[in-house]
Nanobody, 122 residues
């Protein structure tokens, strides 16, 4: 079993910054993609940013130029640096690990973190 533990959420004023962290632990051989999703009240969960083991990144248009995703493969940890935050960034942010393998020949699995609240006040 794999656990994803998120940290770094909180309350910040518009224009401020926050850094989210997510550490994956358990029986892990490799993780293909790690990412962050968010879900605001009454809205569907949406992709914020994702990063492959090789460092390729993908961002939602709404956060390009403001958010930066990074990853430490040795620590199975992914980070999300959020700058110039806006009230519309308010949501629960969920960490995701996709393509998790227990060994070189195992199937791939997907895991979610428990979520961390980010609130941006105007």
């Amino acid at each position: 079993q794999v656990q994803l533990v998120e940290s770094g959420g909180g309350l910040v004023q518009a224009g401020g910054s926050l850094r989210l962290s997510c550490a994956a632990s358990g029986r892990i051989f490799s993780i293909n993609v790690m990412g962050w999703y968010r879900q605001a009240p009454g809205k569907q969960r949406e992709l914020v940013a994702a990063i492959t083991g090789g460092g390729s990144t993908n961002y939602a248009d709404s956060v390009k130029g403001r958010f930066t995703i990074s990853r430490d493969n040795a620590k199975n940890t992914v980070y999300l640096q959020m700058n110039s935050l806006k009230p519309e960034d308010t949501a629960v942010y969920y960490c995701n690990a996709d393509g998790v393998k227990y060994n070189s020949g195992s199937p791939q699995f997907r895991y979610w973190g428990q979520g961390t609240q980010v609130t941006v006040s105007s």
